[in-house]
């Protein structure tokens, strides 16, 4: 099993930014690739920014894209979220997860198995 725990989340005004951080524990040698999603109330929870651990390619939807930046530390096995330019819109529980490597051929945005608790971002307006 991947242990993932969440922070950094909070309250901020449009515009604003927030750093989240991921850190990951377990079998960590079992992640391919670790990805942020969100979910609003009745809303689906997608994938919005994802990386890879060894080549760190990245995806992100197009929502977040040229906002948001996602980054792996390796070595502490933590991934981030930069977010800039936050919108009343981006509020939501967000979360981290992981995936493994197959199938190899899924997208990056899809197959992930273990998930964080979550932690919420308020953007007011």
């Known amino acids: 099993q991947v242990q993932l725990v969440e922070s950094g989340g909070g309250l901020v005004q449009a515009g604003g930014s927030l750093r989240l951080s991921c850190a990951a524990s377990?079998?960590?040698?079992?992640?391919?690739?670790m990805g942020w999603t969100r979910q609003a109330p009745g809303k689906e929870r997608d994938i919005i920014a994802a990386?890879?651990?060894?080549?760190?390619?990245?995806y992100y939807a197009d929502s977040v894209k040229g906002r948001f930046t996602i980054s792996r530390d390796n070595a502490k096995n933590m991934v981030s979220l930069q977010m800039n330019s936050l919108k009343p819109e981006d509020t939501a529980v967000y979360y981290c997860?992981?995936?493994?490597?197959?199938?190899?051929?899924?997208?990056?945005?899809?197959?992930?198995?273990?998930w964080g608790q979550g932690t919420q971002v308020t953007v007011s307006s």
């Open positions: 990386i890879t651990w060894s080549t760190g390619s990245t």
């Open positions: 377990g079998r960590t040698s079992s992640s391919y690739a």
């Open positions: 997860a992981s995936r493994p490597r197959n199938p190899a051929s899924l997208p990056l945005q899809y197959g992930y198995n273990y």
